[in-house]
Each structure stands twice: as C-alpha cells, then as structure tokens.
C-alpha cells in the first residue's frame, strides 16, 4: 500500500523547488495534495504535473503572509477533500541582500521575518484545528542548518529559521494530546534553481556548498524526509528538527 494513502496534504510554496517535489513526492506515495502557491502558473503546473502521473491535485492561489488567504485556503481544502492530514509550512527564501546583524537592510529582516516565520505560525493556526477534526496527523515545517550552527552573513533568514525550530518544539507539546505531530526539517543548501543563483553570487554560501560530506543536496532529498515525517513511519515522532544537510552541521 502507498505511504500516504488515505490523507490528504497541503504544501505551501509548492510550485517550484523543494514544494513541488515533495507535491510530486506525496501525490506519488497516494496523498491527495492542495498545492498551495502565490504564482498561480507555477502551482497549476505543479498540479497538472501530478494529474499527468495519475495522482489527485488540486491548486488553490495562497498568500501565506495573509491570514485571509491561508485560512482561506484551508477552507477550501477541507471543503474539497473532506479533511486535512498533512501540513507542510514550506513557502519561504532568502534572499542575496541578507547579511549580518549591523549590515542587512532592515527591510529584509521585517521580509523573511513576515514570510518564513509569520507565514509558518499563520500556516498552524489555520492548519492544525483542521487536522485535529480530521482525527490528527502531521504538520511539517520548513528550519535550516543555520537555525543549527554558525553561519556568517545571514543573520535575517536565521533570526526567522531559528523562530520556527522553537515553535515547532512549543507546538509539538501543545497539540500532542490532540493527535498532532509536529516536526521540522533543517536543510542545507538544496540545489534548487533559486539556490544555485544564491550560491553562486555569495562566498560564504559557495563555501558551506563545497562542504558537504556525501554529496549535494537536491529537492528531492528533503522530500523523502518530508514524506517519512507525513507516514505513519513516524507516528511516534514530534518535535524534533531534522538536519538534511549531507553532514554540514556536524563537519
């Protein structure tokens, strides 16, 4: 039987990179997944990209810094689907402008602050009352190794990351005796399209890229994550952060 079959997924930012992988990834293993995206030709791509393998998509136009919009979409799930099993807070970014403490334009501070942080706590609480209906299941959220080790020049993207492993851990205790697991996953450099610009236009980035210990990282590579986390694999896991980072922050 497919890992996920029976549930349904909703992944934000899942119209290009590690989202649509782990869209594919999911659809593939038997989930019915709402593609949750603010460019609305990116996520019907992605779900016509999952019909066209015989899975069961739909896609719903989502601004995750909006309560409106989030909670909007999270209606619309359930309406559709009868449930929600799966959350994956994936929508978020750095940008090239981030920098230290004293140097990034505070404007990128209030950006990755307002889409990786706040888009993630406005993702559970919509999310998590759906799931808990639903009978429980898994909310999945996007850290980073920096949230984990030292990294220089990102001290925006790190404030954000670093905010969402600690909810992840506060929510993990709340909502565990409503049958709701919550996990994050901590990449390192993943070798998407918006990635590989990063990396090669900064030197501290070009740097942590070459230090991986079994190899780059790809899309898919925290899609399997994602999926083991959504399984009932890990019933008996919540609130952990897992690295995915080809052994960057142990080397």
């Not at 779900?47 to 989030?70: K, L, N």
């Not at 808990?132 to 850290?143: H, P, Q, Y």
């Not at 079994?214 to 999926?227: K, Q, R, T």
């Amino acid at each position: 039987m497919a890992r996920l079959a029976g549930k349904v997924a909703l992944i934000t930012g899942s119209g290009t990179g590690i989202g649509r992988a782990t869209a594919k990834k999911m659809a593939a293993e038997g989930a019915r997944v709402v593609v949750a995206e603010l460019n609305t030709a990116a996520g019907e791509q992605t779900a016509q990209i999952i019909a066209q393998a015989g899975g069961d998509a739909i896609f719903i136009r989502t601004d995750v810094t909006e309560p409106d919009s989030i909670q909007a979409t999270i209606a619309k799930c359930v309406q559709h689907y009868g449930a929600l099993h799966v959350l994956h807070n994936n929508a978020g970014g750095s940008t090239n402008i981030d920098n230290t403490v004293v140097d990034a334009p505070l404007e990128e501070f209030w950006r990755v602050i307002k889409l990786d942080l706040f888009g993630t706590f406005l993702g559970c609480r919509f999310g998590i009352p759906a799931i808990i209906a639903s009978g429980g299941g898994s909310v999945i959220n996007m850290s980073s190794n920096v949230a984990l080790m030292g990294i220089p020049g990102r001290d925006c993207y790190t404030a954000a990351k670093g905010g969402v492993a600690s909810m992840t851990r506060s929510m993990a205790v709340e909502f565990a005796p409503q049958k709701v697991r919550v996990n994050a996953i901590a990449p390192s450099a993943t070798m998407t399209d918006r990635v590989r610009a990063l990396v090669a236009g900064n030197t501290a980035l070009d740097k942590l890229a070459q230090s991986h210990l079994v190899g780059l990282i790809e899309p898919e590579d925290i899609a399997n994550m994602a999926v083991f986390l959504a399984s009932d694999e890990s019933r008996v896991v919540t609130g952990h952060v897992y690295p995915v980072d080809s052994g960057v922050t142990i080397s």
